[in-house]
């Protein structure tokens, strides 16, 4: 299973750090994504990384803002988040994937991916 954590009230141009931290399957075969859902939106990508670190996506809106990384001795992906805005108020949901082709395509929508966490709520406001 997949537990996010870090998530909470930050005021814009803050920062935070989400980790998700896997267990029960063997980490460094499987690609991890981090997604977003915010109120009454579409869930969407943000950014996602591949087995051994080698190759990562970040959406356009986080771009420069946000450095997703892995700890495979640690089963643990990280999402630090700078320079936040209201617009990146949603919740956080990172997510595993087995079989991967691009991490672009892993961040799109309809991706196959095996694990869903259960996600962290970021909010952004003054």
């Known amino acids: 299973r997949l537990v996010e954590s870090g998530g909470g009230l930050v005021q814009p141009g803050g920062s935070l750090r989400l980790s998700c931290v896997a267990s029960?399957?063997?980490?460094?075969?499987?690609?991890i994504g981090w997604f977003r859902q915010a109120p009454g939106k579409e869930r969407e990508g943000v950014s996602c990384?591949?087995?051994?670190?080698?190759?990562?996506y970040y959406a356009d809106a986080v771009k420069g803002r946000f450095t997703i990384s892995r700890d495979n001795a640690k089963n643990t992906v990280y999402l630090q988040m700078n320079t936040l805005n209201a617009e990146d108020t949603a919740d956080y949901y990172c997510?595993?994937?087995?079989?991967?082709?691009?991490?672009?395509?892993?961040?799109?929508?309809?991706?196959?991916?095996?694990?869903w966490g259960i996600g962290t709520p970021v909010t952004v406001s003054s």
């Open positions: 990384i591949s087995m051994r670190d080698d190759s990562t």
């Open positions: 997510a595993a994937a087995s079989r991967l082709t691009t991490v672009q395509a892993m961040c799109a929508p309809n991706y196959g991916i095996d694990y």
């Open positions: 029960g399957l063997r980490f460094d075969r499987y690609a």
